[in-house]
Every structure is written in structure tokens, then in C-alpha cells.
């Protein structure tokens, strides 16, 4: 019979960040990707953002693999049912450093946004840490399933938080709709605002622009 241990070593990852924070920075960005994606590629969707006033940063999911039959494309995973505590541990861990090296003295407008499977890292990540945001954007993704509203009660009754997904998405099915708007109810009660818009299982970069200009 096998046996399953565990060691402890040093490991690295790169993330990605778009434009510069200076005096006349309005928002600042953590943007989580979805499965399949890399950070410097998913980071192009915010690059219609004006540049002064936009300070965007991406993480980047460290599990990669090859993607389609013929082994061209790289993309990466947040987590999987194998070993997910463990790895979350290693990502919060990794998200407090890049967090730390990036964030600014004064934080202004700081939005966190998750997209798909990026959904869960952002919001386990922000009820494990307390972070504070002004809008929390979950974009297309699932809430996990642990997660209380005690978690969240920390947050400023100020914070915006948006439900966001298309209407045509073909991973998410009307029971699940209506079962994330719940979810998310519960956690966040009145504060929490669901937005459909007219489109497929993408991110949509009209409502990005809409949110960089409030």
C-alpha cells in the first residue's frame, strides 16, 4: 500500500500588471482568470482602459498544461478536487506576496474581479485574508460552497458586489443562474447586484469599461 507524504520547499511564480500606478491612478484592478487562460493573455481584455487611470494586476494560476489535440496552446488551473487544500494554501500564500508588492500606500478605487474559475479564488482569497474593495466583480463563475456569510461581514457596506454573466453562457444552466443569485444573496445581502448581458461564456469588456468610468 502506498503512502502519501509531503515536503516543504521554495517555489515561484510570475504574474502580470498593466500601465503604472501614479497620482492619477482612479482604479486599481485584481483581476483573476478563468480556467485555460494565462495572465499575460487575460490581461489584454482590460487594455482598452485609460492607462492614467487604470492600474490593472493579474495573477497568474500556477498548475499549466497543454490545451487542445495538437499540444499548441499553455494554459492554467487555480485548483482541482486533488489536494485542494494543500494548493490553496500555496495560492493564498502566493496571492499575499503579489498583493503586498504591488498595492499602493493609498489605495483608491480597488476593484477585485473574478471570471469563472476565478470566481472562487478571488472570494476565498478576500474571506480568508479580510481584504477590503470597493466592487467585487464575480464574472461567470461559481461561489464555493463553504463560504458563509460571516465571511464576507467585514466588508464596508459601501463595497459593490455584481453577479455578471451571459444569457447564452453554456456553462451556466437556468438552475444554476438562479442558484449562484441565491448564493450570492445570502452572502451579501442587499448590496449584491445581478447583471445579465446579451452573450455567450466570455468576458465582457463593455461592462469593464462601464465599471473603469463610475
Given at each position: 500500500?502506498?503512502?502519501?507524504?509531503?515536503?516543504?520547499?521554495?517555489?515561484?511564480?510570475?504574474?502580470?500588471?498593466?500601465?503604472?500606478?501614479?497620482?492619477?491612478?482612479?482604479?486599481?484592478?485584481?483581476?483573476?482568470?478563468?480556467?485555460?487562460?494565462?495572465?499575460?493573455?487575460?490581461?489584454?481584455?482590460?487594455?482598452?482602459?485609460?492607462?492614467?487611470?487604470?492600474?490593472?494586476?493579474?495573477?497568474?494560476?500556477?498548475?499549466?498544461y497543454y490545451m487542445g489535440e495538437?499540444?499548441?496552446?499553455?494554459?492554467?488551473?487555480?485548483?482541482?478536487?486533488?489536494?485542494?487544500?494543500?494548493?490553496?494554501?500555496?495560492?493564498?500564500?502566493?496571492?499575499?506576496?503579489?498583493?503586498?508588492?504591488?498595492?499602493?500606500?493609498?489605495?483608491?478605487?480597488?476593484?477585485?474581479?473574478?471570471?469563472?474559475?476565478?470566481?472562487?479564488?478571488?472570494?476565498?482569497?478576500?474571506?480568508?485574508?479580510?481584504?477590503?474593495?470597493?466592487?467585487?466583480?464575480?464574472?461567470?463563475?461559481?461561489?464555493?460552497?463553504?463560504?458563509?456569510?460571516?465571511?464576507?461581514?467585514?466588508?464596508?457596506?459601501?463595497t459593490e458586489v455584481t453577479y455578471?454573466?451571459?444569457?447564452?453562457?453554456?456553462?451556466?444552466?437556468?438552475?444554476?443562474?438562479?442558484?449562484?443569485?441565491?448564493?450570492?444573496?445570502?452572502?451579501?445581502?442587499?448590496?449584491?447586484?445581478?447583471?445579465?448581458?446579451?452573450?455567450?461564456?466570455?468576458?465582457?469588456?463593455?461592462?469593464?469599461?462601464?465599471?473603469?468610468?463610475?
Amino acid at each position: 500500500m502506498s503512502i502519501e507524504k509531503k515536503v516543504l520547499y521554495t517555489t515561484s511564480n510570475t504574474y502580470h500588471t498593466l500601465n503604472s500606478f501614479s497620482s492619477t491612478t482612479k482604479n486599481v484592478w485584481l483581476v483573476f482568470h478563468g480556467m485555460g487562460y494565462l495572465s499575460r493573455y487575460f490581461i489584454r481584455y482590460f487594455s482598452e482602459l485609460s492607462s492614467e487611470e487604470n492600474f490593472i494586476i493579474a495573477p497568474q494560476a500556477p498548475a499549466k498544461y497543454y490545451m487542445g489535440e495538437k499540444f499548441k496552446h499553455v494554459g492554467a488551473s487555480w485548483l482541482t478536487r486533488e489536494n485542494t487544500i494543500e494548493d490553496t494554501k500555496n495560492i493564498f500564500n502566493y496571492m499575499d506576496t503579489v498583493f503586498e508588492t504591488e498595492k499602493p500606500e493609498t489605495m483608491p478605487n480597488f476593484i477585485v474581479l473574478g471570471y469563472s474559475q476565478g470566481v472562487s479564488i478571488a472570494t476565498r482569497w478576500l474571506a480568508s485574508r479580510k481584504i477590503q474593495c470597493n466592487q467585487l466583480i464575480l464574472h461567470s463563475g461559481g461561489i464555493p460552497v463553504e463560504l458563509t456569510t460571516k465571511d464576507f461581514d467585514y466588508l464596508n457596506s459601501n463595497t459593490e458586489v455584481t453577479y455578471l454573466f451571459g444569457d447564452k453562457d453554456q456553462y451556466i444552466t437556468e438552475a444554476r443562474k438562479t442558484e449562484e443569485s441565491l448564493k450570492g444573496t445570502k452572502l451579501f445581502g442587499d448590496r449584491l447586484k445581478v447583471v445579465v448581458f446579451d452573450g455567450i461564456h466570455e468576458v465582457n469588456k463593455d461592462f469593464i469599461k462601464k465599471i473603469s468610468q463610475v
